[in-house]
């Protein structure tokens, strides 16, 4: 079975310029979420998609960041414009069903975002 | 607010020697706790996860872990450690409500193998 895949695996760009990931989750798992993870720090959610709705974003820096998962498989986040302090780990996780706290979530290798 | 705390930002063990980890939560209902491991340009792979029941969980590699209630923690152990162990550890407590769920991660603990 793949796993979670994304691209591109590093980034490195200027202040103020825009960024896009790509995240394609494993075949038939319905939630998937994007995680940011700081150097020296744990992952944070910072949306999460049950099908092609968003059930949580309350973390999303939403005058910067968008997101988004069309017909409910593959999904991307963009960054505009991107701040220093956006240097960090994109991860991006799937997990099998709708609701379920107990279900495993797998995660992808993630992208490195280098903004200088 | 749920939160988890993980004490120990870095430890050293010799190949063999036995390990824990620790891992202190706080949430109102009962926790779904999970550890997972990230190897250097990984993602986080899961390790082992406690829901109900026995409060010694076994997981992949050889780990375990013991959910104690009464000290609010989920400590991961195991008795003899590998060099191919070294990696990025971190505790997870499963949070929310309404139909979904997310995780909310320690700071992980970065543990290096001396051979």
């Known amino acids: 079975e793949a796993g979670v895949a994304q691209s591109p695996r590093y980034k490195i760009i200027e202040k103020r310029q825009s960024v896009a990931f790509w995240c394609n989750p494993i075949?038939?798992?319905?939630?998937l979420y994007w995680y940011q993870q700081i150097l020296g720090q744990g992952p944070k959610l910072l949306i999460q998609?049950?099908?092609?709705?968003?059930?949580?974003d309350s973390q999303l820096p939403k005058d910067r960041f968008s997101a988004e998962r069309l017909k409910g498989v593959d999904s991307t986040l963009k960054i505009q414009p991107a701040k220093l302090e956006d240097s960090a780990v994109y991860l991006c996780?799937?997990?099998?069903?709708?609701?379920?706290?107990?279900?495993?979530?797998?995660f992808g290798p993630g992208t490195r975002l280098t903004v200088l | 607010a749920q939160s988890v705390t993980q004490p120990d930002i870095h430890i050293t063990v010799s190949e063999g020697a036995s390990l824990e980890l620790r891992c202190n939560y706080s949430?109102?209902?009962?926790?779904?706790l999970f550890w997972y491991v990230q190897s250097p340009g990984q993602g986080l792979q899961l390790l082992l996860k406690?829901?109900?029941?026995?409060?010694l969980v076994q997981g992949i590699k050889g780990f375990e872990a013991e959910f104690k209630r009464s000290q609010s923690s989920f400590n991961l152990r195991k008795p003899s450690v590998h060099w191919s162990d070294a990696a990025e550890y971190f505790c997870?407590?499963?949070?929310?409500?309404?139909?979904?769920?997310?995780?909310?991660f320690g700071a992980g603990t970065r543990l290096a193998v001396h051979p």
């Open positions: 996780a799937s997990s099998a069903r709708v609701g379920w706290s107990t279900d495993t979530q797998y």
């Open positions: 075949s038939g798992h319905a939630t």
């Open positions: 998609f049950q099908n092609n709705g968003v059930v949580d």
């Open positions: 949430y109102g209902a009962t926790p779904y």
């Open positions: 406690y829901f109900s029941g026995d409060t």
């Open positions: 997870a407590v499963g949070a929310g409500s309404g139909g979904y769920n997310k995780l909310i």
